[in-house]
């Protein structure tokens, strides 16, 4: 099951609850016995098409053998065969309400909203409706509760006191911080304006008065210079997929990718020193190569062919398929950790982070920098200058004559 509970975690099924031994008996059913398509299982699941192959692929069911195919569930195999139907009305019964879904439709074909974008409010706008409609039937889990029958009437219903309700409730008992509070205040702000003006299913907005939680400024966490050649050098060559994460360590470092971005590169992408890569709202932008970006490239490179692999991404998992942001981020760990750095929680995004305080180090404007990272406003490149005023303070308290 650890395959398939980091293939949920990674594809986030919101429609589906996080039962993983249903999940798989669900897929197995639909390809393996009813002989469904991708295409038919893509629909039920509303996910694209690679997606699921991704799912069947990593989880194996395009190849077992009818021994193991039975001993999937001993207990409940027949079962599942004689109640197929049953399971599949259950999943089709898991639908997002109407309103989100046009919610969800306007985001991504008239704001041309990215895909992260769209996941992201479609998961608090469905933690909102199962609070709501679980709190009603007095359920403990929220997360089995159905809301695909919510209608306009319920919500119309909606008062400002049931959305501090909510949001009580995701920072009490589902632990969540200002960061992630702000983010769900910005989402509801965003559907009910679009049912109140555009959609005209509301007359009044009840977000009008909803403030957003205020948030303390942080510090970007990065990797100075000297630790950031440490991690580099004490990444083992013997190693199996050396030259991978080290090509990866080098992007980060040098180009300030987003996790994302790297995970989603193609070899088309790959000029002879740049790379196009796709940012936030699906914008394009050129990354330029220095001389230690296209060395490790080209040595990753030449081991990815011995692979005799035809896959379009170029960073691959040991399944030679397109490597997650989970395998990233546990890479990026991992070969932090190994350096000797355990103060501070490494991210790919602190990676993201230390390029751009190294590049303002180095007396790069903030222009430039800004171009660099794909920031759509020079006001969040700016959280880097204030690196460096922490420096400044220490410098001028560290002075002899402070002394």
């Known amino acids: 099951m650890d395959n398939l509970n980091d293939i949920y975690n990674n594809y986030d099924n919101l429609g589906v609850t996080r039962d993983y031994e249903n999940y798989i008996e669900h897929i197995y059913i639909f390809y393996n016995k009813m002989n469904m ?15 699921i192959q991704m799912w069947i692929e990593e989880l194996k069911l395009d190849s077992f053998n009818s021994d193991e195919k039975m001993n999937l569930n001993d207990n409940s195999n027949i079962q599942l065969e004689l109640n197929k139907k049953v399971e599949i009305k259950k999943i089709e019964e898991n639908k997002l309400p109407k309103r989100v879904d046009d919610f969800v439709s306007y985001l991504k074909n008239i704001k041309e909203q990215s895909p992260n974008t769209i996941k992201n ?47 009580n409730y ?31 299913v509301i007359d009044e907005n009840p977000t009008i008065e909803l403030e957003t939680p205020k948030i303390k400024k942080r510090l970007p966490v990065y990797l100075t210079l000297d630790q950031s050649k440490k991690v580099l050098e004490s990444m083992n060559k013997g190693k199996k997929y050396y030259s991978r994460d080290y090509c990866i360590f080098v992007l ?26 796709i940012g936030k709202g699906d914008k394009e932008r050129t990354v330029y190569l220095n001389e230690e970006c296209i060395k490790a490239i080209n040595n990753y490179l030449k081991d990815r062919k011995e692979l005799n692999n035809y896959n379009e991404y170029l960073f691959l998992s040991k399944r030679k398929t397109q490597i997650t942001a989970r395998a ?14 355990k103060d501070k929680k490494y991210t790919p995004h602190k990676l993201r982070h230390s390029a751009a305080t190294m590049y303002l180090k ?19 490149t700016q959280i880097y200058t204030h690196v460096d005023d922490v420096e400044l303070r220490k410098i001028v308290n560290d002075s002899p004559l402070s002394k």
């Not at 009490?172 to 679009?194: E, I, M, P, W």
């Open 121 to 167: 409010y479609t998961y608090d706008l469905t933690l909102l409706f199962k609070y709501l409609v679980g709190r009603n039937q007095d359920v403990e889990n929220y997360d089995n509760v159905e809301i695909g029958f919510v209608d306009d009437n319920f919500i119309r219903n909606i008062t400002l006191s049931d959305l501090y309700d909510f949001l």
């Open 170 to 200: 995701v920072e009490k008992v589902r632990n969540n911080s200002a960061y992630a509070k702000a983010r769900k205040v910005a989402t509801l702000k965003s559907f009910f304006k679009f049912l109140n003006v555009k959609m005209k």
């Open 37 to 51: 398509s991708i295409d038919e299982i893509a629909n039920i699941y509303k996910k694209n098409k690679r997606i």
């Open 328 to 341: 990233v981020e546990d890479l990026v760990k991992k070969h932090i950790e190994n350096a000797g750095f």
């Open 252 to 277: 980060f470092l040098n180009c300030g990718m987003r996790l994302s971005e790297l995970c989603n590169i193609k070899l088309k992408d790959i000029k002879e020193d740049t790379i196009t890569i």
């Open 362 to 380: 180095e007396g790069v404007d903030i222009r430039f920098i800004q171009e660099i990272l794909g920031h759509e406003n020079i006001s969040t």
